[in-house]
């Protein structure tokens, strides 16, 4: 068991571009849920997936965002013309319905938008 | 929706133990969590106590859960310069998988 795997660790962008984040899961977790983090802030609920379904989706994932899981194993997260406020690590996190869903993380991808 | 509070900053010496404390509004959940997380890393899960439980003990983790209050805290017991980082309490809410709150840094003292 690898734990949760995300890249890239790091990324700065110019504003304007679009950037695509991957997390992988931990083997046979049919959960995965994508967390924003800001400096001195707790992390906040973007959406989640059960297998290649998102059942839920916060209001802080705007137009600009979208998140896919298509084989119901690894997803991507992309933020599209990223404007500053996006500046934030990114966090993925997975769990398994079947093992009291505890919610395991990855350790986040730095998103810094220049 | 549901609101998870914590203190921001807690200071101990090393030796002594740490308590961190957090209330929660949503007391449907059937579990409560613990994560640590330190400088620049994500989140790693510490412990999480289940709801029909008072008190949960491990290794130099003790969690106490008051329902009634909706108040959960966590105990460290002999506090390591290790342990300096920052504490966060998450509760399922609805929809929400986690509500976390803002978090406790906790700075140990050598």
């Known amino acids: 068991d690898t734990g949760v795997s995300q890249d890239p660790r790091h990324k700065i962008t110019k504003r304007g571009q679009n950037v695509t984040f991957r997390c992988d899961p931990i083997s046979e977790h049919n959960r995965l849920y994508w967390y924003r983090q800001t400096l001195g802030q707790g992390p906040e609920f973007l959406t989640y997936f059960q297998n290649e379904a998102q059942l839920e989706k916060s209001r802080l994932l705007s137009d600009r965002f979208s998140a896919e899981r298509p084989k119901g194993s690894f997803s991507t997260l992309e933020i599209q013309r990223t404007e500053q406020g996006d500046s934030a690590m990114y966090l993925c996190?997975?769990?398994?319905?079947?093992?009291?869903?505890?919610?395991?993380f990855g350790e986040g991808s730095w998103l810094t938008v220049v | 929706g549901e609101d998870v509070e914590q203190s921001l900053f807690l200071s101990v010496r090393e030796g002594d133990s740490s308590v961190i404390n957090c209330t929660y509004t949503d007391s449907s959940s059937t579990y409560l969590y613990w994560y640590k997380q330190e400088p620049g890393a994500g989140l790693q899960l510490l412990t999480y106590i289940f709801s029909n439980m008072d008190m949960k003990q491990d290794q130099r983790l003790t969690v106490l859960l008051n329902k009634k209050d909706k108040h959960l805290s966590l105990r460290i017991a002999d506090t390591q310069t290790g342990d300096s980082a920052i504490y966060f309490c998450a509760d399922p809410s609805g929809n929400t998988p986690l509500v976390f709150g803002k978090g406790t840094r906790l700075s140990v003292i050598a």
């Open positions: 996190a997975s769990s398994s319905e079947h093992s009291g869903n505890t919610i395991y």
